[in-house]
């Protein structure tokens, strides 16, 4: 008899929790809104939608933000979430150096700052980032027990369901997963995020991939990575893997790649091939102001150096970019065949080239897709730069949260 009794008040439950978190999410998305609207976007009464909502105000979820236009009669509501709730945790790690960032729930950052920890496959990595975050939440008196949870994006392959990094095993004893250990120094929800996959959601929920349902993600860094939205989710993969562009073999007579195999893309497009290939035109006697801008000290070059000779005219340092975006072009064409996307997006280290890196690549994407293809696609430097990886960890955090705080 009980089950009986209980089972009606349980689906009860389930819906109107659920009818919590959807009404969350769309408020996290697309911004305040009305009881109305509220009712009429999650097929709810009006009665229903004005309990869920004040509900909500008492547990400190949303609260009143103004009114909106009126059609007729008195103008409604609007209600928003309540930014102060929570702060969320987002450490932005690469091979160069790490970020850490405080997000309240608008999405707005609240204070950031750069550390330099380069990312190495050791626990010492994971020992200086401890350090470095406590100091930085002490300094800016951020207690954790105001965090809601932490977001981290790192390169590498990650399989997010079960919180491991299998490019980086090193960072925690043996048989430890990553997500796991890191919940354990923290005490906090963590969700761990591959970084290319985290821009991917960042242009689609900020970006030029708003309101797009089939689009690629080029994240040209320290190595190549490919973000696939498909039907308007990012697309995973078995494992989590999927993407993985700069590893597709594209000179079978070329460099061996720190993955172990050779000729890879990456070995010819990601942000270390372009130092290399720099340093190794200076060497031959190849004239160009970047001696000059190192000081003469090739050991101090840096993609930004490059980037700035570009900016300034420099024609072996628009060479390189030029040959760069070329090899990036034909691999994506590849993508471009697979995928049928209508925007690719470019963003990582080298977008930062604007035009001098987007050109070559619109170029041999021309020249090695079908026609047919190529109709209705476009192609566009991030506009969000560095911020889409930033908003998409946030993001992509959030809705872990809601769904997890309201099951």
């Given at each position: 008899m009980n089950s009986a009794v209980e089972e009606p008040n349980s689906v009860i439950d389930i819906r109107k929790n659920r009818l919590r978190s959807n009404l969350l999410l769309e408020l996290y998305q697309s911004g305040d809104t009305s009881i109305n609207k509220m009712a009429r976007l999650f097929h709810a009464s009006i009665p229903s939608a004005t309990g869920i909502v004040n509900e909500l105000m008492r547990e400190g979820w949303i609260t009143e933000t103004g009114t909106g236009p009126a059609r007729a009669g008195r103008p409604p509501v609007l209600y928003g979430l309540n930014s102060k709730k929570y702060l969320n945790l987002i450490m932005d790690i690469n091979r160069h150096d790490t970020h850490l960032v405080i997000?309240?729930?608008?999405?707005?950052?609240?204070?950031?700052?750069?550390?330099?920890?380069?990312l190495d496959d050791s626990s010492t990595f994971l020992e200086e980032l401890f350090k470095e975050t406590d100091i930085f939440l002490k300094f800016h008196d951020i207690p954790y027990s105001k965090l809601w949870g932490i977001g981290v994006s790192m390169p590498g392959l990650i399989n997010s369901t079960q919180g491991v990094n299998l490019t980086y095993l090193n960072l925690t004893p043996p048989?430890?997963?990553?997500?796991?250990?890191l919940k354990k120094h923290f005490n906090l929800p963590v969700c761990l995020f591959n970084d290319t996959k985290a821009t991917t959601i960042g242009e689609h929920r900020f970006g030029y991939a708003v309101n797009k349902s089939q689009v690629l993600t080029?994240?040209?860094?320290?190595?190549?990575?490919?973000?696939?939205l498909l039907n308007g989710e990012v697309f995973n993969g078995a494992s989590g893997f999927a993407g993985e562009l700069g590893h597709i073999q594209v000179k079978p007579d070329g460099l061996l790649c720190h993955c172990g195999k050779i000729g890879c893309l990456d070995t010819i497009t990601s942000a270390l091939a372009?130092?290399?290939?720099?340093?190794?035109?200076?060497?031959?006697?190849?004239?160009?102001i970047l001696s000059q801008i190192v000081d003469g000290n090739l050991d101090l070059l840096e993609t930004s150096h490059i980037i700035e000779a570009v900016h300034a005219g420099d024609e072996f340092s628009i060479d390189l970019l030029s040959t760069v975006g070329t090899e990036l072009g034909k691999g994506l064409a590849t993508a471009v065949h697979l995928f049928n996307p209508e925007v690719i997006i470019v963003g990582g280290l080298l977008a930062e080239a604007g035009p001098f890196i987007?050109?070559?690549?619109?170029?041999?994407?021309?020249?090695?897709?079908?026609?047919?293809?190529?109709?209705?696609?476009s192609l566009h430097i991030?506009?969000?730069?560095?911020k889409a990886r930033l908003l998409g960890t946030q993001a992509?955090?959030?809705?872990?949260?809601?769904?997890?705080e309201f099951s």
């Open positions: 997000f309240d729930l608008h999405n707005q950052i609240i204070v950031k700052r750069k550390v330099d920890i380069k048989g430890v997963p990553l997500v796991a250990y080029i994240n040209i860094d320290w190595g190549v990575g490919l973000g696939i372009l130092i290399r290939q720099a340093k190794e035109g200076i060497k031959n006697g190849r004239a160009t987007s050109n070559p690549i619109e170029q041999a994407i021309n020249k090695y897709c079908l026609s047919d293809f190529k109709n209705t696609l991030s506009k969000l730069g560095p992509h955090l959030f809705e872990h949260l809601i769904v997890k």
